[in-house]
């Protein structure tokens, strides 16, 4: 039996890099303060879930608008600025 692979973002890098500024606010995982513009994975260090950066990519691809912020129940906030 082959190990069951670990699941890949919906979007390359790259695409995602090019489209989009990923800016996060709020705490991370141990109560920092965070406020700074991060990359894929900076995003993906903080959220911690591949499976809840594809939703939120999803989110951010699919809106219409110059900016969409999306807000974690722990108190995260990330907000994808269109370039």
Same mark, same amino acid.
């Given at each position: 039996?082959?190990?069951? #692979? #670990?699941? #890949?973002?919906?979007?390359?890098?790259? !695409?995602?890099?090019?489209?989009? /500024?990923?800016?996060?606010?709020?705490?991370?995982?141990?109560?920092? /303060?965070?406020?700074?513009?991060?990359?894929?994975?900076?995003?993906?260090? +903080?959220?911690?879930?591949?499976?809840?950066?594809?939703?939120? +990519?999803?989110? #951010?691809?699919?809106? +219409?608008?110059?900016?969409?912020?999306?807000?974690?129940? /722990?108190?995260? !906030?990330?907000?994808?600025?269109?370039?």
């Amino acid at each position: 039996m082959k190990p069951s #692979a #670990a699941p #890949a973002l919906v979007f390359s890098t790259t !695409q995602i890099n090019m489209n989009f /500024r990923i800016k996060v606010y709020g705490r991370d995982a141990l109560g920092r /303060r965070v406020n700074k513009l991060v990359g894929v994975s900076g995003l993906l260090a +903080l959220v911690g879930s591949v499976s809840m950066v594809n939703k939120l +990519l999803v989110r #951010a691809f699919s809106c +219409l608008f110059d900016k969409c912020v999306c807000r974690l129940r /722990r108190g995260l !906030q990330i907000s994808f600025y269109v370039k």
